[in-house]
């Protein structure tokens, strides 16, 4: 049985502590979230798909050109989860930029994240099941700073790299 989410993630919220996963250069590294959290100043963008419309021209590119004026705000690092297998974030990565640009490439394959913070939704026509709702956050030491969470997973306005921006 699956425990559906009522509320999703505030600002102010401490985010949970999963496990996500990379790959690094000897295969898949699992990643302890508020360990890569913990006094440090993150940017966080979700997507609902890697390779998707939207996610590959728009939003993974907002964040490759803001990336040096975020990290002149302070960011110390800008992730970039789906729920996609860490295969694909990295063939993505790498098709993007974003890899190259420092973005960091997590998979939450398994959408444990993405439910724990209630941000899942389902898009059957699309193919897209239990994945993630579009959105950007600032966090700060694991707790969240600002939250831009879209409408419509289909656009990419409010959490885009300038709008994160432009909220800090």
Not at 119 to 143: N, T
Request: glycine content about 10%; charged content about 25%; some cysteine.
């Amino acid at each position: 049985m699956r425990v559906l989410n009522i509320m999703s993630i505030s600002v102010d919220d401490k985010l949970p502590d999963v496990t996500l996963v990379r790959m690094g250069d000897d295969g898949p590294e699992q990643v302890a979230l508020a360990e890569r959290l913990k006094g440090r100043k993150v940017a966080i963008f979700a997507v609902p798909g890697a390779f998707t419309p939207t996610c590959h021209s728009a939003h993974v590119p907002s964040f490759i050109r803001t990336k040096d004026e975020l990290a002149a705000k302070g960011v110390d690092e800008i992730i970039c989860i789906s729920v996609n297998d860490p295969f694909v974030m990295r063939a993505w990565g790498e098709a993007t930029g974003a890899t190259d640009a420092g973005i960091t490439m997590l998979s939450d394959a398994s959408g444990e994240f993405t439910r724990a913070i209630g941000m899942d939704f389902d898009a059957p026509p699309a193919g897209l099941i239990g994945r993630s709702q579009r959105y950007a956050m600032l966090v700060e030491d694991g707790k969240v700073a600002i939250l831009q969470t879209e409408d419509n997973p289909g656009e990419c306005e409010v959490s885009g790299g300038e709008a994160l921006l432009a909220a800090m």
